[in-house]
């Protein structure tokens, strides 16, 4: 609160979100941090105090006078004079303490009686006019606001006091802030600043310009509302027909359990039933069978117990024949079959198999497992070329995304300069695949950067923006060689150039000459063959014409030779330990902005020479003796470097 002692309590002050609070509430709240910073109580955006003293904040000035207006009509009736303000009625502006009698016109505050009689003492204020409070609201109040509006003053918050020597009337374009006269003194002595007046038009136009951008922010917002909000419409739907699914699923698997269980409960007495049957008739079979036996027995026993001689001997055939039939019996004496069943009752399979019902995957696109692709995402690209990459959108667990019908809800592809300017991105599926979708975009003029951002339902995919510079870079000639010195066994076939049997030098240049309107130029080199007599320097020169066998030595060549010589306008001197051989591929470059000659191979790896003249031209050169052969290849983009 005593941040705040110097101004009127209740002044409308503004936060950085453009909510408003009264100063005294702030300084209350101001009072609870300890880093001069307040949360507002509505946004809980932070907005930090200068100097910690609330009085810095933005006044809200259309809210003070309303609420001025409000408790000047409040005052009257409200209190006696010089009395203390009651309830609504409005404090004094300047004291904070009396009762308001009057509002002055030129300093566009209320004051009461006794801060009435000082400011009309003061020589600053004398001679200012101090309408009375019932004159200001009789004559109606939105008509003396009106009237006030070109009198009304604002006064600076850095110097408070004696207001009325601090009204803001300068502009500082370079804090691009309104200030006062003893701003500028010390905080903007050195600043551009001018008078309100001059530049006030303009700034408002800044101003609705802005606003007018905000607003339709606002259309946007309230459209992507109602997409996300239609969304989530059709996730409940979505939701509700995946519980259905689920639901009936279960009642149909349910069933089919149910028919199941009673089919093989079914099964498992069809089964016992045959057991039972065919074991039953085998129990009465060997019944009959012990009975039969039992019979013959007795018979046989007592007829040998009680017969004569002559009367067994007269039965023999009889018993025999009964005795030995019964021993010829058909009647298995093992179960016809066995108590076995095998049930396959593997639940675990089947636990399985539910296990994978009702699963449900959110196939949304996710930002973070989606990826990006191509040649229009490399680091440099070919400047004013038609270039594309391919976004790949997956879901959370890396599989496919399924798309909406309207994909651009989903992934939203923009390019912009470092300036701001924009990229027309084209995105179309690629292909049968919908899920690849094939970005293309036309690279600007040399040296143009370029973001290139690629949003995924509202998040950005990894490495997002991603940074790509456009370079003129003719990576890509075809050279053909020719012979400028040709010696006994040189031949030249399409892009080869062959040395053979005669050790004396041969001199070739190709064309076209490089050309001189782009940054950097690639080429490569193929050594086919190199015997050990023979000897190998190739780079660039700067003439295709009166050469002569030592052309290696010519005051425009620069390059390097196969006995570890590199050569700067002409003069060499050795550039390592071991040089070319044969089967290296040799990517060469000439680069036009640091004036270098440069080569690479992944055997021996990238070395350079500098102080190529600026703006000459040259040709691609190979001299060659002994016997040797080289191919002059085109570069692509993956040789560069």
């Known amino acids: 609160a005593a941040a705040a002692a110097a101004a009127p309590p209740r002044m409308p002050r503004v936060l950085d979100c453009l909510h408003t609070?009264?100063?005294?509430?702030?300084?209350?709240?101001?009072?609870?941090v300890d880093d001069n910073t307040i949360?507002?109580?509505?946004?809980?955006?932070?907005?930090?105090?200068?100097?910690?003293?609330?009085?810095?904040l933005l006044c809200n000035f259309g809210l003070r006078d309303a609420s001025v207006a409000f408790a000047a009509a409040a005052t009257?009736?409200?209190?006696?004079?010089?009395?203390?303000?009651?309830?609504?009625?409005?404090?004094?502006?300047?004291?904070g303490e009396g009762a308001v009698t009057g509002r002055c016109i030129e300093c566009a505050e209320m004051v009461c009686a006794q801060c009435t009689k000082v400011h009309q003492k003061q020589k600053a204020t004398k001679q200012h006019t101090v309408q009375p409070i019932e004159e200001y609201v009789s004559s109606g109040i939105p008509a003396a606001k009106a009237a006030a509006a070109a009198e009304k003053r604002t006064f600076c918050v850095t110097h408070p006091?004696?207001?009325?020597?601090?009204?803001?009337?300068?502009?500082c374009n370079t804090c691009n802030s309104a200030i006062c006269m003893a701003c500028t003194v010390k905080d903007h002595r050195t600043h551009d600043y001018t008078f309100l007046s001059e530049v006030a038009d303009e700034q408002r136009r800044q101003i609705q310009t802005v606003a007018a951008d905000v607003e339709r922010l606002g259309l946007q917002v309230d459209t992507a509302r109602n997409m996300v909000e239609e969304t989530q419409?059709?996730?409940?739907?979505?939701?509700?027909?995946?519980?259905?699914?689920?639901t009936e699923g279960i009642a149909e698997i349910q069933r089919a359990l149910d028919a199941r269980a009673a089919a093989a409960i079914a099964a498992v007495q069809e089964i016992e039933q045959a057991k039972q049957k065919q074991l039953g008739m085998q129990v009465e079979a060997l019944g009959v069978l012990r009975a039969s036996v039992t019979s013959a027995i007795e018979y046989t026993g007592r007829t040998l117990d009680r017969g004569t001689d002559a009367e067994v001997l007269a039965s023999k055939p009889v018993l025999l024949r009964r005795l030995e039939g019964l021993l010829q019996h058909a009647t298995p004496m093992t179960a016809v079959t066995t108590e076995q069943m095998v049930v396959d009752g593997d639940a675990a399979a089947v636990i399985e198999a539910l296990g994978r019902f009702g699963v449900t995957h959110d196939t949304t696109a996710a930002a973070a497992h989606c990826t990006a692709e191509g040649a229009g995402l490399e680091p440099e690209v070919q400047s004013n070329q038609r270039l594309e990459f391919v976004v790949s959108l997956r879901n959370s667990r890396g599989d496919p995304a399924t798309l909406p019908d309207?994909?651009?809800?989903?992934?939203?592809?923009?390019?912009?300069?470092?300036?701001?300017?924009?990229?027309?991105?084209a995105v179309e599926q690629e292909g049968d695949t919908p899920w690849r979708r094939v970005c293309r975009y036309t690279a600007p003029d040399d040296g143009a950067v370029l973001d290139v951002e690629i949003v995924v339902c509202g998040q950005p995919i990894p490495l997002s923006p991603i940074r790509v510079t456009a370079r003129n870079v003719w990576f890509a000639p075809t050279f053909v060689p020719q012979l400028v010195w040709p010696q006994n066994g040189a031949t030249v076939a399409g892009q080869v150039a062959r040395k053979v049997g005669n050790p004396s030098h041969t001199c070739v240049v190709a064309h076209p000459a490089l050309p001189l309107d782009v940054n950097r130029v690639y080429w490569k080199i193929h050594i086919h063959s190199l015997a050990p007599n023979g000897w190998i320097a190739f780079g660039v020169i700067g003439v295709d014409r009166d050469l002569t066998p030592n052309s290696y030595s010519h005051g425009t060549h620069f390059g390097w030779s196969s006995q570890n010589q590199h050569y700067t306008a002409g003069a060499h001197t050795n550039w390592r330990d071991g040089g070319f051989q044969a089967g290296d591929v040799v990517t060469m470059k000439v680069d036009r902005v640091d004036h270098a000659l440069s080569f690479r191979t992944p055997r021996l790896g990238v070395f350079t020479i500098r102080g190529l003249p600026p703006n000459a031209p040259c040709f691609v050169h190979v001299?060659?003796?002994?016997?040797?052969?080289?191919?002059?290849l085109p570069a692509t983009r993956d040789d560069w470097f």
Request: charged share 25%; aromatic share 2%; proline share 7%.
């Open 161 to 171: 006091a004696p207001r009325e020597m601090h009204e803001l009337t300068l502009f």
């Open 406 to 425: 309207d994909p651009a809800t989903v992934l939203m592809v923009s390019a912009r300069e470092d300036n701001g300017t924009p990229i027309d991105v």
């Open 623 to 632: 001299n060659m003796h002994g016997e040797a052969s080289v191919e002059l």
């Open 39 to 56: 949360a507002c109580p509505e946004c809980r955006v932070d907005t930090a105090v200068p100097d910690g003293n609330v009085r810095r």
């Open 21 to 32: 609070f009264c100063q005294t509430c702030l300084a209350q709240i101001l009072d609870r």
């Open 76 to 95: 009257v009736g409200g209190a006696s004079k010089d009395s203390a303000p009651v309830g609504d009625a409005a404090p004094c502006e300047v004291c």
């Open 233 to 246: 419409r059709r996730v409940v739907e979505q939701a509700d027909a995946a519980r259905h699914t689920v």
